[in-house]
């Protein structure tokens, strides 16, 4: 079996690329940031730990060769691309309504509102990434810079693992981050301004996915 590590070279520039792209701010890491804000530290783990799976299953895929199965099947796709975008704008439309009330009412509906299970902020955190098909392009994308052609497979557990850890240890992270006590206080201080730009972020995500090509 070739040495694994004579790859190394080639992995070092994909695995910059994906760390950048991990931790810039987009729809996944404004949803763990929120939800650890407002619900708690567990809430954000949770969702996190959705969020990383779904990013695992793309990686799994795209290691797998199912991106050239989706571009086969391009209506799959589609719907794929459809599902994402009008997921996004979902939860820019409940972010926008959270921003239109005033904080009393505001408590009021989290008063109101059941906490939600783990098994309901897993799965939001699950679907967020799991239905934006640029996300397998994404990974595809990595093991294609990162790797020759014809890698052995010791080289693309390799990639990976090391971009999934990566990615667990960011997405958890900003779980960590956002669940201090004084990120709870600077959310109660600016919570409608943070709520309106979640909403844009969703919305301009969510727009882009149901109008781009891929």
């Known amino acids: 079996m070739p040495d694994v590590f004579v790859y190394l070279p080639h992995i070092w520039p994909a695995y910059v690329a994906f760390l950048i792209a991990v931790l810039s701010p987009g729809p996944a890491n404004f949803a763990i940031m929120g939800t650890a804000i407002s619900e708690g530290r567990r809430a954000g783990l949770i969702i996190a730990l959705g969020i990383f799976c779904g990013s695992l299953t793309w990686a799994i895929s795209a290691a797998l060769g199912l991106a050239a199965i989706l571009r086969t099947y391009a209506v799959a796709l589609e719907v794929m691309k459809v599902l994402g975008g009008l997921y996004l704008i979902y939860l820019a439309w409940k972010a926008y309504k959270s921003a239109r009330r005033s904080d009393a009412l505001q408590a009021v509906a989290e008063t109101r509102a059941a906490p939600r299970t783990a098994r309901q902020l897993w799965l939001r955190g699950y679907a967020i990434h799991v239905t934006n098909p640029k996300a397998i392009f994404g990974w595809l994308a990595i093991i294609s810079l990162g790797l020759p052609a014809n890698p052995p497979t010791s080289a ?48 301009l995500a969510g727009f882009k996915l149901l109008t781009s090509r891929i």
């Open 156 to 203: 693309i557990v390799l990639i990976v693992g090391m971009c999934s850890t990566t990615s667990l240890l960011v997405f958890t992270g900003y779980a960590m981050l956002f669940s201090t006590q004084r990120a709870l206080r600077v959310y109660k201080s600016a919570r409608r301004s943070i709520e309106a730009t979640m909403a844009v972020v969703y919305s």
